[in-house]
């Protein structure tokens, strides 16, 4: 991922995703790996732009959007590891919680479901991703407190595989784990990694449109707006101190 300052998904680099992952789907692959070419940032999550005083319309089309790259991620047949180089705050987490091997670089970073803290709340499907992860006890205090867990506290609770010393020791950690796979049959693995993942999946598929009107309400809601208002200024003025 490439998209200055901070890897945030807006509507137009979701697109570019989900064409990217189109075209990936088609090719016969060992594996994907997932990284950042920016330094101590894998992704801020979502652009924080679209869901501030939105438009109705963008903003659904966004929703829609991150709906998409979700369900094809989760779809790809081949292997899909993560090698998080830095921050992975909210979608930044649910991006590599979609992958299933992650290793993330040591340092001073930070990884988890925040949502709550700008006033969203995580969806039922995000929520089972995180608990197909983690313990479901985990899930609920992490996610009803906002928690961003270090580097090393990811790895206790199993958020994370493994930590890396640096994003080259990441990507071959990512590339030793793809390569488990060499002599199981492609079919055999994709079958069992879908029906693995059917929970969030089908959760999803069944509620795409009241997902989205949910998304749409709780974004929209006067006091959302007004914490997401001191939320993106505190984000601004971090660079005064
Ligand atoms: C393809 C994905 C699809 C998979 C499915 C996803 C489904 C996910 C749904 C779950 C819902 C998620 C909701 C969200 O994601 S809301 C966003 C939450 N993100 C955050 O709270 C992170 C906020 N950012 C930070 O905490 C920090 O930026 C950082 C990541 C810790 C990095 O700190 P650092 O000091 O290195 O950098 P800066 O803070 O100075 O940031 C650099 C510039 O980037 C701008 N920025 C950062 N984050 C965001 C953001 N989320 N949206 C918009 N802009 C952001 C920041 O303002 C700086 O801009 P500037 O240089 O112009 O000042």
């Keep these: 991922m490439q998209r200055p300052p901070a890897n945030t998904f807006n509507l137009e680099y ?5 064409n990217s992952l189109d075209e990936i789907s088609k090719q016969k692959l060992k594996g994907v790996i997932l990284t950042s070419a920016i330094p101590n940032i894998f992704s801020a999550g979502l652009d924080i732009k679209e869901f501030y005083k939105p438009d109705l319309q963008r903003l659904e089309n966004f929703w829609s ?5 979700f369900i094809k991620l989760l779809d790809l047949d081949f292997a899909t ?9 909210a979608a930044g987490c649910v991006l590599s919680l979609s992958c299933e091997y992650r290793a993330m670089v ?5 990884i988890g479901l925040n949502e709550a803290a700008l006033g969203i709340i995580t969806t039922p499907w995000i929520q089972a991703m ?5 313990p479901m006890k985990h899930t609920e205090t992490a996610l009803t407190t906002a928690k961003l867990f270090d580097v090393d506290e990811a790895l206790q609770i199993g958020l994370i595989d493994e930590i890396a010393s640096n994003k080259e020791d990441a990507i071959n950690r990512c590339k ?15 079958l ?28 929209m ?20 101190k």
Aim: hydrophobic fraction near 35%; glycine fraction near 2%; charged fraction near 30%.
């Design 192 to 219: 069992t990694k879908q029906r693995m993942r059917q929970t969030p999946i089908k959760i999803l598929r069944e509620q795409r449109d009241e997902d989205i009107r949910m998304f749409v309400d709780v974004v």
């Design 81 to 89: 590891a993560a090698a998080i180089n830095g921050h992975a705050p």
């Design 130 to 134: 995180m608990y197909q992860v983690i």
């Design 65 to 69: 959007s991150v709906q998409d790259v």
């Design 221 to 240: 809601n006067p006091s959302v707006q007004d914490n997401l208002k001191d939320y993106v200024e505190k984000l601004k003025n971090k660079k005064k």
């Design 14 to 18: 979701l697109h570019e995703i989900t």
């Design 176 to 190: 030793q784990y793809i390569r488990k796979f060499d002599k199981i049959p492609l079919h055999a693995r994709a």
């Design 106 to 110: 040591n340092g001073n970073y930070k």
